[in-house]
């Protein structure tokens, strides 16, 4: 994988082997990006469900100036770190081993302008899970995303509706191919 932006444009980052992690394809990420660049001027961004760290790296190189990734995997925690070391990010990145579903991985207070929110699709799919990782995302909207922030949710496509998400929330949909992002922030719209 490479970083497609900013400072560290071209680097290549390791991914974890197998099909355990999703990779945003790079088309996908470069739109969010593009999206997300009032934010990311000195932003500071949690990034769960990190995966190989990409989207939070992609963040960094673009100008964030902290990134938080969380992943539940230790070694995919560890690959996380060697990018991080890697790219000489060490001082703008923290990684954290724990579950991006649970409040104690978030740092409570409000302190995030970007989240990005990209759960593995079988969550989405499974009826059981589906509504904790929904009540995650809100009470990481409520908790931990600054007032101006805002929250990329990442799902398959058709998988999620505005109904999914609380009155009172700005909400936007962009689709690409099978992939969609919802970019959510608190307020009306």
């Given at each position: 994988?490479?970083?497609i932006?900013?400072e560290?444009?071209?680097r290549?980052?390791?991914?974890?082997?197998?099909?355990g992690?999703?990779p945003?394809a790079s088309?996908?990420?470069e739109?969010m990006f593009?999206?997300l660049?009032p934010w990311?001027?000195?932003g500071?961004?949690l990034?769960l469900?990190?995966g190989?760290?990409?989207?939070g790296?992609?963040?960094?190189s673009r100008g964030a100036r902290?990134?938080?990734?969380?992943e539940?995997?230790?070694?995919?925690v560890?690959?996380?770190?060697?990018?991080v070391e890697e790219?000489?990010?060490q001082?703008?990145?923290?990684?954290r081993?724990?579950d991006?579903?649970?409040?104690y991985?978030w740092?409570?207070?409000?302190?995030?302008?970007v989240?990005?929110?990209d759960?593995p699709?079988?969550?989405?799919?499974?009826?059981?899970r589906?509504?904790?990782?929904l009540?995650a995302?809100?009470?990481l909207?409520?908790?931990?995303?600054?007032?101006?922030?805002v929250?990329?949710?990442?799902?398959?496509?058709?998988?999620?509706d505005?109904?999914h998400f609380d009155?009172?929330?700005?909400?936007?949909?962009r689709?690409?191919g099978?992939?969609?992002?919802?970019?959510?922030?608190a307020?009306e719209?």
């Amino acid at each position: 994988m490479r970083i497609i932006g900013g400072e560290l444009r071209g680097r290549v980052i390791q991914a974890p082997p197998g099909r355990g992690t999703r990779p945003m394809a790079s088309r996908v990420r470069e739109a969010m990006f593009q999206a997300l660049a009032p934010w990311l001027p000195d932003g500071r961004l949690l990034d769960l469900f990190a995966g190989s760290g990409c989207l939070g790296l992609e963040a960094l190189s673009r100008g964030a100036r902290e990134v938080i990734f969380v992943e539940r995997d230790p070694k995919v925690v560890t690959l996380i770190r060697e990018n991080v070391e890697e790219l000489r990010m060490q001082e703008r990145a923290q990684v954290r081993g724990g579950d991006a579903l649970v409040p104690y991985s978030w740092n409570g207070e409000a302190w995030a302008d970007v989240i990005l929110f990209d759960p593995p699709y079988p969550l989405l799919d499974d009826p059981e899970r589906r509504p904790v990782v929904l009540a995650a995302l809100h009470q990481l909207i409520e908790t931990v995303l600054a007032p101006e922030g805002v929250l990329v949710f990442h799902a398959p496509r058709r998988k999620v509706d505005r109904v999914h998400f609380d009155e009172g929330l700005q909400v936007a949909e962009r689709e690409y191919g099978s992939h969609a992002l919802w970019y959510l922030q608190a307020g009306e719209q």
